[in-house]
Protein backbone atom coordinates (compact mmCIF):
# COMPACT_ATOMS: atom_id res chain seq x y z
CA UNK A 1 0.00 0.00 0.00
CA UNK A 2 1.05 3.77 -0.49
CA UNK A 3 0.32 6.88 1.11
CA UNK A 4 -1.55 7.26 4.07
CA UNK A 5 -4.37 4.71 4.77
CA UNK A 6 -7.00 5.09 7.65
CA UNK A 7 -9.41 2.88 8.81
CA UNK A 8 -12.35 2.53 9.38
CA UNK A 9 -13.63 4.29 6.34
CA UNK A 10 -17.08 5.02 8.33
CA UNK A 11 -17.81 4.46 12.57
CA UNK A 12 -21.05 4.80 14.24
CA UNK A 13 -20.57 4.26 18.06
CA UNK A 14 -22.75 5.27 20.92
CA UNK A 15 -22.24 7.60 23.38
CA UNK A 16 -20.77 4.48 25.88
CA UNK A 17 -18.91 3.34 23.21
CA UNK A 18 -15.20 2.93 23.28
CA UNK A 19 -13.20 2.38 20.07
CA UNK A 20 -10.05 3.69 17.98
CA UNK A 21 -9.50 5.40 14.61
CA UNK A 22 -6.04 3.83 12.95
CA UNK A 23 -3.40 5.61 10.41
CA UNK A 24 -0.50 4.11 8.99
CA UNK A 25 1.44 6.35 6.45
CA UNK A 26 3.91 4.44 3.86
CA UNK A 27 5.53 7.74 2.37
CA UNK A 28 8.77 7.42 5.32
CA UNK A 29 7.66 11.05 7.09
CA UNK A 30 8.56 11.79 10.65
CA UNK A 31 5.29 13.45 11.78
CA UNK A 32 1.56 12.67 11.91
CA UNK A 33 -1.69 14.49 12.91
CA UNK A 34 -4.86 14.25 13.55
CA UNK A 35 -7.77 16.75 11.92
CA UNK A 36 -10.85 17.13 12.49
CA UNK A 37 -13.34 18.43 9.79
CA UNK A 38 -16.78 19.42 10.40
CA UNK A 39 -19.32 21.13 8.36
CA UNK A 40 -18.60 24.94 7.21
CA UNK A 41 -15.83 24.99 9.82
CA UNK A 42 -12.21 25.03 8.54
CA UNK A 43 -10.12 21.89 9.32
CA UNK A 44 -9.22 22.30 12.83
CA UNK A 45 -5.99 20.59 14.27
CA UNK A 46 -6.39 18.22 17.41
CA UNK A 47 -3.20 16.59 17.38
CA UNK A 48 0.59 16.61 15.86
CA UNK A 49 3.31 13.69 17.12
CA UNK A 50 6.50 14.57 15.77
CA UNK A 51 9.58 11.61 15.59
CA UNK A 52 6.63 9.49 17.97
CA UNK A 53 6.58 12.50 20.43
CA UNK A 54 3.64 14.38 20.86
CA UNK A 55 4.65 18.74 20.00
CA UNK A 56 1.05 19.81 19.69
CA UNK A 57 -2.48 19.21 22.06
CA UNK A 58 -4.59 21.42 20.73
CA UNK A 59 -6.94 21.86 23.61
CA UNK A 60 -8.90 18.72 22.76
CA UNK A 61 -11.79 17.11 25.10
CA UNK A 62 -9.50 14.38 27.28
CA UNK A 63 -12.27 12.08 25.64
CA UNK A 64 -9.89 11.58 22.64
CA UNK A 65 -6.69 10.25 23.10
CA UNK A 66 -4.01 9.85 20.69
CA UNK A 67 -1.37 7.13 19.94
CA UNK A 68 1.78 6.93 18.32
CA UNK A 69 3.72 3.56 18.75
CA UNK A 70 6.07 4.63 16.20
CA UNK A 71 6.50 6.87 13.24
CA UNK A 72 4.57 5.37 10.87
CA UNK A 73 1.05 4.20 12.85
CA UNK A 74 -1.05 6.69 14.73
CA UNK A 75 -3.87 5.90 16.97
CA UNK A 76 -6.94 7.84 17.96
CA UNK A 77 -8.92 6.18 20.78
CA UNK A 78 -12.45 7.38 21.51
CA UNK A 79 -14.76 7.07 24.77
CA UNK A 80 -17.84 8.80 26.01
CA UNK A 81 -18.60 10.95 22.88
CA UNK A 82 -21.14 13.13 22.32
CA UNK A 83 -23.21 13.83 19.44
CA UNK A 84 -21.31 16.91 18.36
CA UNK A 85 -18.01 14.69 17.90
CA UNK A 86 -19.84 13.78 14.98
CA UNK A 87 -17.20 14.80 11.86
CA UNK A 88 -14.50 13.45 9.22
CA UNK A 89 -11.72 12.85 11.37
CA UNK A 90 -8.17 12.74 9.01
CA UNK A 91 -4.68 11.93 9.38
CA UNK A 92 -1.68 13.33 7.64
CA UNK A 93 1.92 13.08 7.62
CA UNK A 94 4.79 15.32 6.53
CA UNK A 95 8.38 15.48 6.47
CA UNK A 96 8.55 17.51 9.12
CA UNK A 97 12.03 20.16 9.95
CA UNK A 98 12.09 22.88 12.30
CA UNK A 99 10.86 26.16 10.52
CA UNK A 100 8.18 26.24 8.45
CA UNK A 101 5.98 23.21 7.50
CA UNK A 102 6.19 20.52 4.33
CA UNK A 103 3.23 19.87 2.68
CA UNK A 104 0.73 17.12 4.40
CA UNK A 105 -0.74 13.89 2.92
CA UNK A 106 -3.98 13.06 3.80
CA UNK A 107 -5.44 9.86 4.53
CA UNK A 108 -9.15 8.99 3.38
CA UNK A 109 -10.56 9.73 6.66
CA UNK A 110 -13.00 8.07 8.87
CA UNK A 111 -16.48 9.26 8.99
CA UNK A 112 -17.61 9.33 12.77
CA UNK A 113 -21.10 9.66 13.61
CA UNK A 114 -21.92 9.43 17.09
CA UNK A 115 -25.62 8.58 18.39
CA UNK B 1 -10.98 36.39 15.25
CA UNK B 2 -10.20 34.25 12.69
CA UNK B 3 -6.66 33.46 10.95
CA UNK B 4 -7.42 32.34 7.76
CA UNK B 5 -10.17 34.11 5.37
CA UNK B 6 -11.53 32.95 2.53
CA UNK B 7 -14.98 33.20 0.70
CA UNK B 8 -17.07 30.41 1.08
CA UNK B 9 -18.71 30.92 -2.60
CA UNK B 10 -19.58 29.18 -4.63
CA UNK B 11 -17.69 30.47 -6.80
CA UNK B 12 -19.13 30.09 -10.97
CA UNK B 13 -16.94 30.25 -13.52
CA UNK B 14 -17.20 29.00 -17.52
CA UNK B 15 -15.89 25.80 -18.69
CA UNK B 16 -12.29 27.26 -20.32
CA UNK B 17 -12.00 30.80 -18.06
CA UNK B 18 -10.07 31.31 -15.46
CA UNK B 19 -10.73 31.02 -11.58
CA UNK B 20 -9.09 33.07 -9.22
CA UNK B 21 -9.62 32.04 -5.52
CA UNK B 22 -8.34 34.46 -2.84
CA UNK B 23 -6.59 33.83 0.87
CA UNK B 24 -6.11 36.60 3.88
CA UNK B 25 -4.15 35.48 6.56
CA UNK B 26 -3.82 37.36 9.86
CA UNK B 27 -0.31 36.00 11.39
CA UNK B 28 2.76 37.98 9.76
CA UNK B 29 4.83 35.20 11.05
CA UNK B 30 3.78 32.99 8.39
CA UNK B 31 6.46 31.05 6.22
CA UNK B 32 4.31 28.56 4.18
CA UNK B 33 1.69 28.60 2.12
CA UNK B 34 -0.55 26.16 0.52
CA UNK B 35 -3.84 25.26 -1.64
CA UNK B 36 -5.25 22.31 -1.04
CA UNK B 37 -8.41 20.67 -3.46
CA UNK B 38 -11.11 18.82 -1.58
CA UNK B 39 -13.85 17.27 -3.98
CA UNK B 40 -16.81 16.09 -2.20
CA UNK B 41 -17.34 13.07 -0.29
CA UNK B 42 -13.12 13.02 -0.08
CA UNK B 43 -10.09 14.46 1.78
CA UNK B 44 -7.77 17.00 0.76
CA UNK B 45 -5.20 16.98 -1.54
CA UNK B 46 -2.21 18.80 -2.61
CA UNK B 47 -2.62 21.53 -5.45
CA UNK B 48 0.44 24.18 -4.63
CA UNK B 49 2.62 25.11 -2.12
CA UNK B 50 4.38 28.69 -1.74
CA UNK B 51 7.21 30.31 0.44
CA UNK B 52 8.17 33.69 -1.36
CA UNK B 53 7.07 35.91 -2.76
CA UNK B 54 5.77 36.22 -6.37
CA UNK B 55 4.44 33.76 -8.57
CA UNK B 56 4.55 29.84 -8.74
CA UNK B 57 3.37 28.22 -11.46
CA UNK B 58 2.54 24.59 -12.43
CA UNK B 59 1.13 23.70 -15.50
CA UNK B 60 -2.52 25.50 -15.33
CA UNK B 61 -2.51 26.35 -11.50
CA UNK B 62 -0.15 29.42 -10.47
CA UNK B 63 -0.18 30.29 -6.88
CA UNK B 64 0.59 33.97 -5.92
CA UNK B 65 1.70 35.27 -2.57
CA UNK B 66 2.08 39.09 -1.18
CA UNK B 67 3.28 39.16 2.43
CA UNK B 68 3.12 42.83 2.62
CA UNK B 69 -0.20 41.89 2.32
CA UNK B 70 -0.74 39.26 3.94
CA UNK B 71 -2.42 37.61 0.84
CA UNK B 72 -2.53 34.69 -1.04
CA UNK B 73 -4.14 33.35 -4.32
CA UNK B 74 -4.38 31.00 -6.45
CA UNK B 75 -5.36 31.01 -10.20
CA UNK B 76 -6.90 27.84 -12.53
CA UNK B 77 -6.07 28.89 -15.92
CA UNK B 78 -8.75 26.93 -18.72
CA UNK B 79 -10.75 25.39 -16.13
CA UNK B 80 -12.01 22.15 -16.47
CA UNK B 81 -15.53 20.72 -15.03
CA UNK B 82 -13.07 18.55 -13.43
CA UNK B 83 -11.88 21.19 -11.25
CA UNK B 84 -14.90 21.82 -9.59
CA UNK B 85 -14.33 21.26 -5.81
CA UNK B 86 -13.84 23.31 -2.54
CA UNK B 87 -10.32 24.57 -2.41
CA UNK B 88 -8.51 24.87 0.62
CA UNK B 89 -6.25 27.86 1.84
CA UNK B 90 -3.58 26.59 4.41
CA UNK B 91 -0.96 28.49 5.63
CA UNK B 92 1.83 27.61 8.51
CA UNK B 93 3.56 30.25 11.16
CA UNK B 94 6.03 28.02 12.37
CA UNK B 95 7.18 24.29 13.19
CA UNK B 96 4.43 22.11 11.74
CA UNK B 97 1.32 24.15 12.74
CA UNK B 98 -0.80 24.49 10.06
CA UNK B 99 -3.61 26.48 9.39
CA UNK B 100 -6.48 25.80 7.38
CA UNK B 101 -9.46 28.54 5.79
CA UNK B 102 -13.20 27.06 5.54
CA UNK B 103 -12.22 26.85 1.72
CA UNK B 104 -13.84 28.06 -1.20
CA UNK B 105 -16.36 26.11 -2.83
CA UNK B 106 -15.57 26.55 -7.11
CA UNK B 107 -18.27 25.66 -9.63
CA UNK B 108 -16.83 25.12 -13.47
CA UNK B 109 -19.74 25.51 -15.91
CA UNK B 110 -19.75 23.37 -18.98
Known amino acids: ETGVTQTPRHLVMGMTNKKSLKCEQHLGHNAMYWYKQSAKKPLELMFVYSLEERVENNSVPSRFSPECPNSSHLFLHLHTLQPEDSALYLC??????????????FGNGTRLTVT | QKEVEQNSGPLSVPEGAIASLNCTYS??????FFWYRQYSGKSPELIMFIYSNGDKEDGRFTAQLNKASQYVSLLIRDSQPSDSATYLCAVSGGYQKVTFGTGTKLQVIP
Open chain 2, 27 to 32: DRGSQS
Open chain 1, 92 to 105: ASSQGSTGGSSPLH
